[in-house]
């Protein structure tokens, strides 16, 4: 049987945009009929409604031992005394979301040993971004090649269904390229869903281009599948994040095995050294 280790997962208290659903039990039903193994839990405070997130996580990992949480962060909240209060809630990373010029700014302004304290502690830092938001990171790498970074969604490239050859890819994927040639940067093959332009969505035929430029050109032992539970759910099911690596015919049996499940234990392995 095919087992699983998904590396990016959200669970709210009261569902995803206050939908009501019981995420974590959905969830734990999923873990019993796909063996999943383990999965990273990405915390989101970014909006009204997912006010409390990092603490209902915690709550929630200190019974499940499945669960590795990442405390959600805004980029002006980081400090070392905050990190040090999160350590001693069980958390094992930070996540950010940074889109605009405001946040890349905040972030640029982080104290030096924010990093260093996440380099000693050996935190994930697991990121949302796009676009030239990404080019900050070029810098913070530079400075601490030893931070485990973790890149979400391809990076969000700008797929574009009528250019989809080798040159385009690997122009969009520029940045993440540079990024992933540090050995401890890791990129999530996720949320295939959001970044799919044309019908149908699934088995994602515009980022099949992308996909093979990845296997080709970044190393595949840091790529790691991630479903995006729940909000993945609105469009496709569950077995589609993940059923059609299966399909690729540039993908080894070997390699998807490692994708979907061995490189997510070897880096959390890794980690509790």
Known sequence: MLMLADGHIHLFENGYKDSGESEISLYEDLIKQHSIE???VVGYEGESWAIGNNAYIASLAQTRPWIHPLAFFKPEDLQVSELENFLSLGFEGITLYIFSDQEVADLRAVDESVWAWLVDHKWMVSVNSKAHCWNLWLDVMSNNPDLILLISHLGL???????????????????IGKLHSYTDVYLKLSGFYALEQADPIYPY?????????IVNNFNRTRLIWGSDFSPALATVTFTQTFEHFSKLEFLSLIDTTKILHQNLLQLISKLEQ
């Open 38 to 40: 383990c999965a990273l």
């Open 157 to 175: 490239p700008n797929v574009d269904a009528n250019h989809l050859t080798h040159d385009d890819s690997a122009l969009e994927l520029n940045t």
């Open 205 to 213: 035929p515009s980022l099949t281009n992308y996909l093979q430029y």
